[in-house]
T-cell receptor
Framework: ETGVTQTPRHLVMGMTNKKSLKCEQH?????MYWYKQSAKKPLELMFV???????ENNSVPSRFSPECPNSSHLFLHLHTLQPEDSALYLC????????????????FGPGTRLTVL | ELKVEQNPLFLSMQEGKNYTIYCNYS?????LYWYRQDPGKSLESLFV?????AVKQEGRLMASLDTKARLSTLHITAAVHDLSATYFC???????????????FGKGTKLTVNP
């Protein structure tokens, strides 16, 4: 496997289900991200993990719960979702530096198309 | 708060024509990225622009950055059907000490190239 992979690619779940999305990056990066992309809104950053620590939580509802067990893996645990949560969920990774010359080119996975019934 | 605006949001053009997509942003940053997304697919990195005056070209696409005007352009030369996709710009919101806090994306420009 190369790049950033995500499973499953498609998920249909009921509002009372519990499911998890998985992301794995094979690029040796130290930061990983969850984004939500829906038809009517621009790409929304949900969570950032930098060096395995969560550094950003963009006011995401608690029905979304991230987990980053190591720098290569990222999960998004889902429970009691709403129909408006139906969207494409994208995972990305980057190699973040800390100096003035650092930049943040992010590499994206193929996404999970989530439908909540 | 960093805001990123792209225009146009929708662009329909004929093959062989030239056009420019604009990306304006609201606060100081010297790091800007362009991505392409095909329908149902993920985002693919096209260009990374890291300084004022930076210009990068790949095939029929050329991107430039003017940090003083807080403006980046993506110029399409002699468009072909294969360029049909949605193009996003993203601006780096930096920490004061350097390094990136996060990327802020524009809404995207949906480009359709007609034969």
């Amino acid at each position: 496997e190369t790049g950033v992979t995500q499973t499953p690619r498609h998920l249909v779940m009921g509002m009372t289900n519990k499911k998890s999305l998985k992301c794995e990056q094979h690029l040796g990066h130290n930061a990983m991200y969850w984004y939500k992309q829906s038809a009517k809104k621009p790409l929304e950053l949900m969570f950032v993990y930098n060096f395995k620590e969560q550094t950003e939580n963009n006011s995401v509802p608690s029905r979304f719960s991230p987990e980053c067990p190591n720098s290569s893996h990222l999960f998004l645990h889902l429970h009691t979702l709403q129909p408006e949560d139906s969207a494409l969920y994208l995972c990305a990774s980057s190699q973040e530096g800390t100096g003035s010359g650092a930049y943040n080119e992010q590499f994206f996975g193929p996404g999970t198309r989530l439908t909540v019934l | 708060e960093l805001k990123v605006e792209q225009n146009p949001l929708f662009l329909s053009m004929q093959e062989g024509k030239n056009y420019t997509i604009y990306c304006n942003y609201s606060t100081t940053s010297d790091r800007l990225y362009w991505y392409r997304q095909d329908p149902g697919k993920s985002l693919e990195s096209l260009f990374v622009l890291l300084s004022n005056g930076a210009v990068k070209q790949e095939g029929r696409l050329m991107a430039s950055l003017d940090t003083k005007a807080r403006l980046s352009t993506l110029h399409i030369t002699a468009a072909v059907h294969d360029l049909s996709a949605t193009y996003f710009c993203a601006v780096d919101k930096p920490f004061r000490s350097g390094g990136s806090e996060k990327l802020v994306f524009g809404k995207g420009t949906k480009l359709t190239v007609n034969p």
